[in-house]
């Protein structure tokens, strides 16, 4: 189900982008687009795994980062962003946002 990519930057280092279900709750979206910066690619995947998202892998390079995605992840200070997937290629008007903003969990009332 997962569909994502990456791109070598000129420096060596790389830029994954993986096509995610949401790990929100239900009323989250269904898929997420999670971009990381990285040394590798293991390390990419491996940042993800120690946020608690154990089950991400990257196979094949079928929906590798946009030059504008790689341009918002190199621009954000933790390298690690998402936004809601989009469907059918129509890619939505939408800010990209930290991790931290998706891991977080909501307060119980």
């Known amino acids: 189900m997962t569909a994502g990519g990456f791109c070598k930057l000129p420096n060596g280092r790389v830029v994954v982008a ?3 279900p949401s790990p929100a709750t239900a009323d989250g979206p269904s ?3 999670v971009l990381v910066h990285a040394q590798n690619r293991a390390r990419a995947l491996t940042r993800l795994r120690n946020l608690g998202m154990r089950a991400v ?3 094949g390079n079928a929906a590798p980062p946009t030059p504008d995605e790689i341009t918002a992840v190199l621009h954000h200070p933790d390298g690690l962003i998402w936004r809601t997937a ?4 129509v890619t939505a008007l939408e800010l990209w946002r930290p991790i931290k ?3 977080r969990r909501p307060t119980p009332a």
Do not use: H, I, K, M
């Open 86 to 89: 989009p469907d059918n290629g």
């Open 57 to 59: 892998y990257l196979r």
């Open 101 to 103: 903003s998706l891991l």
């Open 18 to 20: 993986l096509n995610l």
């Open 31 to 33: 898929a997420v687009r």
